[in-house]
């Protein structure tokens, strides 16, 4: 038997079907069933989007009409298949053509393909969730605080990890308040020191929904950010302070935003007052 497919091929022998197993977390078995009981696994495949009979409506005759006349010659045809891990199925037209062919009540052998260890695919599951919420929600709120502290803060302040905490969590709770699907979580905030002049500000999810991370420092697809901020320790606050006063009245809001972002040191600012 072979479903003229290598990928599904696999789950035929019992050589690969191991290796798809311990591998690909996927496991293969041979069901005999019914044109119906093909039917109605291929509406659950399609989350029921499409009934049972919907489907089977939707077929074409031109192929069927074909593949009834075939079968009744004796033409062999490939093994059908339902997977349930991956949703996927093939082979309605050949069941169609069967109930025509044979009767309601024939049996024909068809491959069905579900997850081998339900719990290393939740896991996978989780992870995938962590990484969507990471690169598409997280990552957005620490940039954010990247923008904030530069344009609020010309030195480093002494509560800088309270500060990114504080903000952290308001853009958290407002992004739970607007989404469909909130999230728990826990995170924290560490600074580090690189240079004499220089600090770095990581951002560790800790927790998600529940699941504590025994290492924050590893979680897929980069989880933290580094975020890093330049002082210049010999240059006194009001002097800054001075500086910026002049700049704000000789530029637009969104010029000084766009300055701000350049990260200039004194000497850089003074010519852009000249």
């Known amino acids: 038997m072979t479903t003229d497919t290598s990928y599904y091929d696999n789950f035929l022998n019992p050589k690969d079907l191991e290796y798809m197993r311990k591998n690909k977390n996927r496991d293969g078995e ?3 069933m019914t044109p119906d009981e093909y039917f109605e696994g291929a509406s659950e495949i399609f989350n ?3 009934s049972a009979s919907e489907l089977v409506d ?3 005759d031109k192929y069927t009409d074909q593949y009834v006349e075939d079968m009744k010659n004796g033409d062999k045809f490939p093994l059908p298949y339902l997977n349930f891990a991956d949703p996927g199925q093939e082979g309605l037209h050949r069941m169609l053509a069967a109930k025509r062919a044979f009767g309601p009540d024939v ?4 491959l069905v393909v579900t997850v081998y260890d339900q719990s290393i695919e939740d896991e996978k599951l989780m992870w995938k969730e962590i990484s969507q919420f990471e690169q598409k929600e997280f990552r957005k709120i620490v940039d954010y605080l990247e923008s904030y502290i530069e344009n609020n803060y010309h030195t480093p302040p002494d509560n800088l990890e309270e500060i990114a905490e504080q903000f952290i969590q308001e853009e958290v709770n407002y992004y739970n308040d607007n989404a469909e699907d909130p999230v728990d979580i826990t995170f924290k905030c560490e600074v580090e020191n690189i240079t004499s002049d220089e600090q770095r500000l990581c951002v560790y999810l800790t927790s998600y929904n529940g699941y504590k991370f025994d290492d924050p420092d590893f979680i897929q697809n980069s ?3 580094d975020n890093m ?5 010999d240059t006194d606050d009001a002097e800054v302070d001075d500086y910026l006063d002049q700049l704000e009245s000789k530029y637009s809001d969104d010029e000084i935003d766009k300055i701000m972002k350049m990260d200039l040191d004194i000497d850089e600012l003074l010519a852009l007052l000249k």
Not at 107 to 110: A, C, E, I
Not at 229 to 233: G, H, R, S
């Open 30 to 32: 041979i069901v005999m």
């Open 48 to 50: 029921h989007r499409h």
């Open 58 to 60: 939707q077929r074409s």
């Open 107 to 110: 049996k024909y052998p068809v």
């Open 223 to 225: 989880p933290w950010f």
């Open 229 to 233: 901020f330049d002082y210049a320790e």
